[in-house]
């Protein structure tokens, strides 16, 4: 018997994107601006493979991480790294070139409590932000423990109390482990 009808796919509509999720309006050269990464780019010779020590400069925006990691020289193929913990130490062979980041705490130089300011920080389930009484509705903080695989949001209130202005700089981070959502930072 001869196949005279066939079923067709739906037909797809396809739009140009620009550059990943970039309006053409947005495409300026502000998107990968002039910085040490860039500078010690421009300066290689190319008879050698590329590295900076400056590659956490270029991370303002996913545009230019992207085109920092794509001009490294860096392997596809993770080689074989020999790591050794002894003594609350960390010794590392690299097995190729590779990206290191370091993370320390360390005290902050401040006048220490010289400034009134009240800061607050709670979190809520993302999905159970508030609770109603008497038809209002009040803020439900966290009070126990976190529980993982679960979405939370953080309220961080930075109050002056006196009447005198002040300029304040405020560092907000994710715990470690944590991930952003909702297009959070």
Request: glycine share 8%; charged share 20%.
């Amino acid at each position: 018997m001869r196949q005279l009808y066939r079923k067709l796919d739906p037909t797809l509509e396809w739009a140009e994107n620009n550059y990943y999720k970039q309006l053409i309006q947005k495409q300026i050269a502000d998107l990968a601006p002039v910085g040490p990464f860039w500078q010690d780019f421009a300066k290689h010779d190319g008879k050698s493979p590329f590295l900076s020590r400056n590659l956490a400069d270029a991370s303002r925006n996913f545009t230019e991480m992207m085109f920092a990691l794509s001009v490294l020289d860096l392997s596809f193929e993770a080689p074989n790294h020999q790591v050794k913990f002894e003594g609350g130490r960390m010794s590392l062979r690299p097995g190729g070139n590779l990206i290191a980041f370091h993370e320390e705490v360390r005290p902050a130089d401040g006048k220490g409590g010289q400034l009134p300011i009240l800061v607050s920080e709670n979190f809520y389930r993302n999905v159970d932000r508030f609770r109603v009484e008497n038809g209002e509705n009040l803020d439900k903080f966290v009070t126990a423990e976190f529980v993982v695989h679960t979405v939370y949001g953080c309220q961080i209130v930075v109050t002056n109390p006196t009447s005198s202005k002040q300029k304040l700089t405020v560092l907000l981070q994710l715990p470690v482990g944590a991930m952003p959502v909702s297009n959070g930072q």
